[in-house]
């Protein structure tokens, strides 16, 4: 499975930027898909997550309200849209994918660069 993450930026607080991550290699429905950022000098964290089926989305408590993660199985892609964005938002954000029966995420992407300033 590879994941190719795009849609990343400079944007000020406030502002609002759309993550896409496309899928390929894999049946995308197999998967659950999630977002996870890494900020510098510390460690990666869950944002969002959603099913294979596109429900059951879930939201780290940091972006619920603002972030909303959603998934398009006809282009085997997840988006993650984020809104009112704050300097601490700023990370390299990546989407990876969960197969269904697995407790790990085992395929990730590159990783795209989201800086949000004050």
């Known amino acids: 499975v590879q994941l190719v993450e795009s849609g990343g930026g400079l944007v000020q607080a406030g502002g609002s930027l759309k993550l896409s991550c496309a899928q390929s290699g894999g049946t995308f429905s197999s998967y659950a898909m999630g977002w996870f950022r890494q900020a510098p000098g510390l460690e990666r964290e869950f944002v969002a997550s959603i099913s294979g089926r596109g429900d059951q989305p879930f939201y780290a408590d940091s972006v619920k309200g603002r972030f909303t993660i959603s998934r398009d199985s006809a282009k085997s892609t997840i988006y993650l849209q984020m809104n009112s964005l704050k300097p601490e938002d700023t990370a390299v954000y990546y989407c990876?994918?969960?197969?269904?029966?697995?407790?790990?995420?085992?395929?990730w992407g590159q990783g795209t660069q989201v800086t949000v300033s004050s």
């Open positions: 990876a994918a969960r197969r269904h029966g697995s407790t790990d995420y085992n395929n």
